[in-house]
């Protein structure tokens, strides 16, 4: 048997002056059986761990390149444009699933080679602007490489959702070399967080299927809070010019 690794996922919530870190598992531990098919990815623990610890260092650049570029923010324009963020390490389990979905060999080398979320960031911003703005300075950066960016923004999913994609390459410094991880990026106002968060719960924790009338009613709310979002932000502008 195996033990799978469980995610965990760090939230830093901005406050006036300073984050709040909170830690929230989002699996528990839970024993796999060890099917041939298992074989090449767990094959190598020192691998695998290798590879978790690119990642999760990853992460952590990534959160702290955002917490600077808050705090740059707030010292230009007297708020902070982050609300929180969110970052997450893919299961064992989830990313055999997704290689064997996608057709590749479940190797640690495919993995990395393949996924581009092993490490996942998400930054819930306040406004439509603030995931723009995070965005062009988080890409200024010399040792940020794009890979791939996907606006769910302007060019919402078919069911409604809505964020920024944004895969990246980053080097990390180890003691003895430097490694380049990828990771995925979504940025999105805390209107799509809410939206996308309940959407979630509502569709995938569900035994059943959702009827065509009710996935309807859902896309229209995801309408009706893009509109809310538009509004704030005209609303905060307005502010801003008084």
């Given at each position: 048997?195996l033990?799978?690794?469980?995610?965990?996922?760090?939230v830093?919530?901005?406050?006036?002056?300073h984050m709040?870190?909170n830690?929230?598992?989002d699996?528990?531990?839970e024993?796999l059986?060890?099917?041939?098919?298992?074989?090449?990815?767990?094959?190598n623990?020192?691998?695998?761990?290798?590879?978790q610890h690119?990642?999760t260092?990853?992460?952590?650049?990534?959160?702290?390149?955002f917490?600077?570029?808050?705090?740059?923010?707030?010292?230009?324009?007297?708020r902070n444009?982050?609300?929180?963020?969110e970052?997450?390490?893919?299961?064992?389990?989830?990313?055999?699933?997704?290689l064997?979905?996608?057709?590749f060999?479940?190797s640690?080398?495919?993995?990395?080679?393949?996924?581009?979320?092993?490490?996942?960031?998400?930054?819930?911003?306040?406004y439509?602007d603030?995931?723009?703005?995070?965005?062009?300075?988080?890409?200024?950066?010399s040792?940020v490489?794009?890979?791939?960016?996907?606006?769910?923004?302007?060019?919402?999913?078919?069911?409604?959702?809505?964020?920024?994609?944004?895969d990246?390459e980053?080097?990390?410094y180890?003691?003895?070399?430097?490694?380049?991880?990828?990771?995925?990026?979504?940025?999105?106002?805390?209107a799509m967080?809410f939206?996308?968060?309940?959407?979630?719960?509502?569709?995938?924790?569900?035994?059943?299927?959702?009827?065509?009338d009710?996935s309807?009613?859902?896309f229209?709310?995801?309408?009706?809070?893009?509109?809310i979002?538009?509004?704030?932000?005209?609303?905060?502008?307005?502010?801003?010019?008084l």
């Open positions: 048997m033990l799978q690794l469980n995610e965990r996922t760090l830093i919530t901005g406050w006036e002056n709040q870190i830690y929230i598992d699996s528990s531990y024993r059986p060890e099917p041939e098919s298992f074989d090449n990815i767990f094959a623990i020192g691998e695998l761990r290798e590879l690119i990642h260092a990853a992460m952590m650049q990534l959160r702290l390149k917490e600077i570029l808050n705090s740059e923010f707030r010292v230009h324009h007297h444009p982050i609300h929180h963020i970052s997450r390490l893919k299961s064992t389990r989830s990313m055999y699933n997704k064997v979905q996608r057709g060999p479940t640690i080398e495919s993995a990395k080679k393949n996924l581009n979320d092993i490490a996942g960031v998400r930054v819930v911003c306040c439509i603030d995931v723009y703005d995070m965005e062009d300075m988080l890409l200024r950066q040792d490489r794009l890979i791939e960016r996907t606006d769910y923004i302007k060019n919402p999913n078919f069911n409604g959702y809505r964020s920024l994609h944004l990246v980053i080097p990390v180890l003691s003895s070399k430097t490694e380049y991880a990828r990771a995925e990026i979504q940025l999105r106002t805390v967080d939206w996308a968060s309940l959407e979630h719960d509502l569709r995938y924790k569900s035994t059943k299927n959702i009827p065509e009710i309807r009613e859902m229209n709310c995801a309408d009706e809070i893009a509109a979002d538009v509004r704030m932000q005209r609303i905060y502008k307005q502010i801003q010019k």
